[in-house]
């Protein structure tokens, strides 16, 4: 089973907790009454969005919770808590009728590899990447990295220079004040980006628009 491979390879299980599903988001749930983080998976956020190889953009985060919302809402779980994280849930591998909510959600694409933490689901998201299966078939940046940006404190333009010309895989675009990825996004000087004080001054420099 599972439980003893995670115990052959070196992670410590403990038993519980077990119950109905509520499902928090792609890679939480509440089991039970208690707030489980499901181990070694990493889900979009909820404002996270992911973009389409013809370029369209689209809500993955949100997605990614209804999928799995879909699947598990109101099912029982058996889990295994390996341990407790810094918001006090308890991180742990469940399993749904034995098969293992973790490495059905990363094989379905609603969520990836929480490489940083383990493995285990490393050849699981290989092969959905390679049949780019929900996330895997969109460009994404890291759940972790999303999360990060947005702790990171606000930068302060310079003067009324608002606008934000950032280069990306996708190009030179800008972002105006307001739009979906204008606060997360960083500025760069030495990587050639740069601040622009009207869309004409960026237009002209070669940048194009954030589609939102």
Not at 203 to 211: T, V
Request: a positive charge; hydrophobic letters at 35%.
């Amino acid at each position: 089973m599972i439980f003893a491979l995670l115990s052959v390879i070196g992670v410590p299980v403990y038993a519980g907790p077990n119950g109905r599903i509520t499902v928090v988001d792609g890679d939480t749930i509440d089991v039970g009454g208690t707030r489980v983080r499901l181990f070694g998976i990493d889900a979009p956020e909820g404002d996270q969005t992911c973009t389409r190889p013809d370029g369209a953009v689209w809500a993955c985060g949100t997605w990614a919770t209804a999928q799995v919302r879909a699947l598990y809402q109101g099912k029982r779980a058996r889990c295994k808590a390996i341990e407790r994280d810094q918001y006090g849930r308890a991180v742990a591998r469940c399993t749904v009728r034995e098969q293992d909510m973790g490495a059905t959600i990363v094989d379905r694409g609603f969520a990836t590899a929480f490489l940083r933490y383990s493995d285990l689901y490393a050849e699981i998201e290989k092969g959905a990447v390679v049949a780019g299966r929900g996330i895997f078939g969109s460009d994404m940046a890291p759940p972790e990295a999303h999360r990060s940006a947005a702790r990171a404190p606000q930068q302060a333009a310079p003067g009324r220079c608002v606008i934000k010309g950032n280069i990306s895989d996708n190009g030179r675009i800008y972002h105006l004040p307001g739009q979906e990825h204008y606060a997360r996004t960083r500025i760069s000087e030495n990587r050639g980006e740069r601040w622009f004080c009207s869309e004409a001054d960026a237009r002209a420099a070669g940048w194009r628009r954030a589609r939102r």
